[in-house]
């Protein structure tokens, strides 16, 4: 059987990782994004969509189908997007729009990049608005749906100054810091590793499957994506 992915979110921090990754485990990967992707090779499909508004036209030509495994990594924050009300467009709705144009496909895996501090009670907005994405998706349905939760995430930013400071801060301590701390930072080729790695074992498991596939929900925290990570000295 001929391995798919697509892939929204592709050209963000840890979007870059993943597309290399998984270029190497799918026989075809489709990206569906503003801009080209840093890495592209022979097996890659690109689909560009200048508004996001308009997906669902971009999406009719792609041949997205039950074989496929969709994963999302598309984010941003209040400042990048201008507004509350624009930064919820693209976290939330974005992403719960795309994820219902697979599901209508009849693909039945989903890989969601959330946050760690994903909390519908949470008074902050970021926070609100990453959990009440994690539940839209959820309600849909997908046979399997992954949902990673990463902390402070190691790699170059645009436009986000806090997020910077405190990477250099980290780097000066972390000799002193231990992985097991569920609060360490980690690298967003680490996330995207525990992304692909996820999809792997998902796909292996489901070969030898012989019974009906049931709804199932899993969320991967931070501590455990650093010890699916984690290089053995």
């Known amino acids: 059987m001929q391995r798919k992915a697509i892939v929204i979110g592709a050209t963000g921090l840890v979007g870059q990782h993943l597309v290399k ?3 190497e485990l799918y026989d075809t990967l489709i990206v569906i994004a503003r ?3 840093r890495y592209i090779n022979a ?3 690109f689909y560009q969509v ?5 997906l669902s036209e971009v999406f009719a030509s792609v041949g997205a189908d039950r074989t496929t495994d969709a994963f999302s990594c598309l984010g941003t924050t209040k400042k990048q997007a201008g507004s509350d ?6 976290d939330h709705d974005y992403n719960v729009n795309f994820a219902k144009l697979c599901r209508d496909k009849g693909v039945e895996n989903f890989f969601l990049l959330s946050s760690m501090n994903a909390d519908i009670d949470s008074r902050f ?3 609100r608005v990453k959990a009440e994405t994690e539940q839209s998706i959820t309600a849909l ?3 399997q749906l992954v949902i990673f939760r990463p902390s402070l995430l190691l790699g170059k930013h645009k436009g986000r100054p806090l997020e910077s400071i405190g990477q250099k801060a980290f780097k000066l301590i972390s000799p002193l ?3 097991s701390l569920s609060l360490h930072p980690i690298s967003a080729k680490r996330v995207a590793s525990a992304m692909a790695m996820s999809a792997h074992d998902i796909y292996h498991r489901r070969k030898y499957r012989t019974e009906p596939q049931i709804e199932h929900t899993e969320i991967i925290e931070n501590k455990k994506m650093l010890a699916m990570t984690r290089v053995k000295k």
């Open 21 to 23: 990754q998984l270029s």
């Open 35 to 37: 801009r080209p992707p």
């Open 43 to 45: 097996s890659m499909r």
């Open 50 to 54: 200048n508004d996001f508004d308009n």
């Open 85 to 90: 009300e624009a930064f919820r467009k693209i």
């Open 125 to 127: 907005l970021y926070n």
């Open 141 to 143: 349905g997908f046979g």
């Open 177 to 179: 810091v231990s992985e």
